[in-house]
């Protein structure tokens, strides 16, 4: 059964750059999409954006300007920066696997216990 | 974006009740609709996909229903390792959106 773990500092300071990486175990990362997921203390789940295996990439809008994913087939695991972070970034990150059933149907079938990451100073 | 609005926010339920949380789309999605089940510390648990379709493992107890923009998840009789959130998500169009939660608590 595949597994994801999320890693990386739990702490960043205002306007650096946040850096997490997904390490994939008991599978391989190839033939899917691999989603970031975050979820700030008391609200709901946001989703910031997703990559293929072979590079391709969607994130969403309203992150966009500030992140960067990109996956490393050589060791499965997959990576997260989103740069000029404020303390509005804080929250628990997640990665995703993303498994798909034709056109744009899409759903999250394996999930990692996710990190948090405060940002302050 | 497409919105998606779950209702109730919090539930209050005892042991062996039948339990009903409603997704509503902004607009059409068609069956391109998930739930998922999540405890405090833990990762999200995928139970249902497609809006009808029970994931692997998961309990019959368990069921999806809904196409277009209305969706429902049930559970049949309520057992005490089903009190957690519950989140439905959309994939008809990025970005994928995620109700609000609703949150089932023992009675």
């Known amino acids: 059964q595949v597994q994801l773990q999320e890693s990386g500092p739990g702490l960043v300071k205002p306007s650096e750059t946040l850096s997490l990486t997904c390490t994939v175990s008991g599978g391989s990362i190839n033939s899917f999409y691999w989603s970031w997921i975050r979820q700030p203390p008391g609200k709901g789940l946001e989703w910031i954006g997703h990559?293929?295996?072979?590079?391709?990439?969607n994130y969403n809008p309203s992150l966009k300007s500030r992140v960067t994913m990109s996956v490393d087939t050589s060791k499965n695991d997959v990576s997260l920066n989103l740069g000029s972070v404020t303390a509005a970034d804080t929250a628990v990150y997640y990665c995703?696997?993303?498994?798909?059933?034709?056109?744009?149907?899409?759903?999250?079938?394996?999930w990692g216990q996710g990190t948090l990451v405060t940002v302050s100073s | 974006d497409i919105q998606m609005t779950q209702s109730p926010s919090s539930l209050s339920a005892s042991l062996g009740d039948r339990v009903t949380i409603t997704c509503r789309a902004s607009q059409t999605i068609s069956r391109f609709l998930s739930w998922y089940q999540h405890k405090p510390g833990k990762a999200p648990k995928l139970l249902i996909y497609?809006?009808?379709t029970l994931q692997s493992g998961v309990p019959s107890r368990f069921s999806g229903s809904g196409s277009g923009t209305d969706f429902t998840l049930t559970i049949s009789s309520l057992q005490p390792e089903d009190f957690a959130t519950y989140y439905c998500?959309?994939?008809?169009?990025?970005?994928?959106?995620f109700g609000q939660g609703t949150n089932l608590e023992m009675k």
């Open positions: 995703a696997r993303e498994s798909r059933g034709g056109y744009s149907l899409a759903w999250f079938d394996s």
């Open positions: 998500q959309q994939s008809y169009s990025t970005p994928y959106t």
């Open positions: 990559i293929y295996y072979s590079g391709s990439s």
């Open positions: 497609s809006a009808v």
